[in-house]
């Protein structure tokens, strides 16, 4: 399981920033960018590939509906968790799309999702997993994934993936 770090894609005076803050609002269901580090979506930009990433998340991520209640609940918890000091942006995103912040751990907790509690301990990476993710790992029904991640450059679209819906919604 990879993420990219952020600093070997910026400049010397690159600051992070995350997809979830302490004082982030309410997410918007309908939000394509909810989940999506604002980083990565820079970087696309900048390759004069954000269409394609858009479409991505909007008719693969979010399969041309909204976020579900669980996806919303795990970034309130999130936003808790950001709020106490227990976690801080790691300075790297998902490798997959919709490429959202990978958390660091600072201590040991838990986030509770769907009614289940995830538990962490200091150093953990701590990221959104999406329907797909969830889908191709069989058995991960809340949308987190608690894990030590490694570096990777390699950044793909979940269209990418072999279950996906290859073409809903025009992808070109």
Request: glycine share 8%; charged share 35%; proline share 5%.
């Amino acid at each position: 399981m990879y993420n990219l770090f952020k600093s070997l894609l910026g400049t010397a005076d690159f600051v992070s920033r995350a997809d979830t803050t302490a004082d982030s609002p309410d997410p918007d269901p309908n939000d394509v960018w909810a989940f999506t580090d604002p980083d990565a979506r820079d970087g696309y930009a900048r390759d004069g590939k954000q269409k394609r990433l858009e479409q991505d998340i909007r008719f693969e991520v979010m399969r041309a509906g909204g976020w579900q209640a669980d996806e919303l609940e795990f970034k309130s918890e999130i936003r808790r968790l950001l709020r106490e000091g227990v976690i801080r942006d790691k300075g790297a995103y998902w490798f997959r799309s919709p490429h959202p912040t990978v958390y660091r751990a600072e201590r040991d907790g838990g986030l509770s999702v769907a009614g289940k509690t995830v538990r962490f301990r200091a150093g953990d990476d701590i990221v959104f997993q999406c329907r797909m993710e969830r889908d191709e790992s069989r058995g991960d029904d809340v949308p987190v994934l608690v894990a030590r991640l490694q570096p990777t450059q390699d950044a793909k679209l979940c269209s990418d993936m072999s279950n996906a819906m290859k073409g809903m919604g025009g992808m070109e």
